[in-house]
């Protein structure tokens, strides 16, 4: 089954019941060579685990899946499940959480079982015999201690990479509930994350072409961030209003590198000073600086300057470093 041909995704589609759903971003990738760039991103390797985000009809989950010793799909459109289940069938160590992601990873949702036998009534794919159920996450927990790897026999090389072809409406909110949940210490750092993103969003990630702001240092503050390839809207199907790219993040800090990179203050210090200061992303830093400290110019000037940064700097052209140093100048 070619699952990057557009006639057949229409014909899983009519098997699922269902239209593309704009608004779970279910444009469904159709390029060979985008696939391989982001498997070749990925890099899966045979002790890895993958969490993968909206895996829908399963075109990245069969490409990583030989690759990979553990698998876990997360999909909240449930009648795109059962179809999927049965495209994965073959990879026994698959396993497919029923829910919203965001809500999953936050332990705000309790994901759901799908065997197949109860979704087809027995029936068999393509005709053959009944497929047996796959073994499926039930709970958030199951999935976290799958990703510190304490379930199934993980090795001493054991690692965990998130994958995702993400809503582009709920980039945002994603990756803060994943960077704070790494950041308490609720999810362990993955070895890389590699998003298919608004081409838009992405530039905000990596502060391309000057689009700086909030999610750009707070990308910063977790992770090395780098755009990979730019994904043209004729490389779906559905194709979408805008262009897409890939990103790809690295070197996630643990919470103790968060806490010794920061110290005093503490993560939500931090964060908290940053988006105000982005409140007033037309000031300088300086009559930012001045609002947040509740002090006046003289005041202002001063913490700025001695901590290197020019009072008349725009907050979007401040470095992390720069970012950690006045913050915490407002803070003593």
């Known amino acids: 089954m070619n699952l990057l041909s557009p006639p057949v995704l229409k014909a899983l589609c009519i098997r699922a019941g269902k239209k593309p759903e704009r608004s779970l971003g279910q444009h469904f990738l159709i390029h060979a060579g985008t696939l391989a760039e982001i498997v070749t991103t990925v890099d899966p390797q045979p002790a890895d685990t993958i969490l993968e985000v909206g895996p829908g009809f399963g075109v990245l989950t069969t490409a990583l899946a030989p690759r990979v010793g ?20 073959p990879f026994g160590w698959v396993e497919i959480v029923a829910g ?3 809500r999953v990873l936050s332990g705000r949702e309790r994901g759901s079982l ?3 036998e109860s979704v087809h009534g027995g029936i068999a794919p393509e005709g053959g015999d ?3 159920p796959l073994r499926l996450a039930t709970y958030p927990s199951d999935v976290v201690a ?11 090389q054991h690692s965990w990479k998130l994958a995702a072809n993400l809503p582009y409406q709920i980039t945002s909110d994603f990756l803060r509930v994943l960077f704070d949940q790494i950041a308490a210490g609720a999810i362990p750092p993955p070895e890389r994350i590699v998003l298919l993103l608004q081409k838009e969003v992405v530039d905000r990630l990596v502060g391309a072409d000057g689009s700086v702001g909030f999610l750009t240092v707070l990308t910063q503050l977790h992770a090395t961030a ?3 390839v730019r994904v043209p809207a004729s490389h779906f199907w559905p194709p979408p209003k805008v262009e897409g790219a890939v990103v790809q993040f690295t070197e996630i800090r643990s919470p103790e590198a968060l806490a010794d990179l920061l110290q005093p203050l503490s993560r939500d210090q931090f964060l908290r000073f940053v988006h105000m200061a982005f409140a007033g992303r037309r000031k300088q830093i300086g009559t930012s600086i001045r609002t947040i400290a509740a002090c006046d110019r003289s005041e202002a000037d001063a913490i700025c300057v001695g901590v290197g940064i020019d009072p008349t700097a725009r907050p979007e052209t401040l470095t992390l470093a720069q970012w950690i140093a006045l913050a915490k100048a407002v803070g003593r």
């Not at 553990?70 to 069938?89: C, G, K, N, S, Y």
């Not at 799958?146 to 001493?156: I, K, Q």
């Open 114 to 116: 799908w065997p197949l």
């Open 146 to 156: 799958a990703l510190h790897g304490r379930l199934g026999s993980p090795s001493s």
């Open 100 to 102: 919203d992601a965001l």
């Open 130 to 132: 009944v497929a047996p």
């Open 70 to 89: 553990r698998l876990i799909a997360i999909e909240m459109d449930r009648q795109v499940i059962p179809v999927l289940q049965e495209i994965v069938a």
């Open 226 to 228: 780098r755009r990979v």
